[in-house]
């Protein structure tokens, strides 16, 4: 029981703290390791989840419905049109700085896309894979 308290505090802090993508993913392995013992992120398991068609959605079936199949090109919103930055570190800079907004936009996302809640290890795989890509 202290060792889930004081994981809690760890990613709480992590979390109030974080400012680039790989204090971001650190924050969910830590807490992905918490539940799944010896958890690693991976950018190929972030890459298939990016890639994954998943059908509760007919409008957004998976990612690339608004992000298209390469994460360093801009997108548009499958149902508003609304134009959306490159998701890839590398191309937006911005990209998964901001612990709040990472936060929010997987928890509308997750939710329109695969009909539940992505959990820690698939947040630390996707951010890991559009830290690595090129």
């Known amino acids: 029981m202290r060792t889930t308290s ?14 680039t993508p790989q204090q971001i993913r650190q924050a969910y392995a830590a807490e992905a390791g918490s539940q799944q013992a010896g958890f690693t992120p991976s950018a190929r398991r972030g890459a ?3 890639e994954q068609r998943f059908n509760i959605n007919e409008k957004m079936p998976g990612c690339t419905s608004c992000h298209t199949d390469k994460p360093l090109n ?6 508003t049109g609304k134009n959306i930055r490159p998701l890839a570190v590398a191309a937006n800079g911005e990209r998964f700085s901001d612990p709040a907004k990472v936060e929010k ?4 996302n997750c939710k329109e896309v695969m009909g539940r809640a992505c ?6 795989d996707f951010v890991s894979y559009m830290s690595e890509v090129r």
Do not use: I, M, N, Y
């Open 48 to 50: 298939a989840l990016f």
């Open 105 to 108: 936009w997987f928890g509308r």
């Open 74 to 79: 801009a997108g548009q919103h499958a149902v």
């Open 6 to 19: 004081t994981v809690a505090l760890l990613l709480a802090s992590l979390a109030c703290h974080a400012e």
């Open 119 to 124: 959990t820690p290890a698939e947040k630390a």
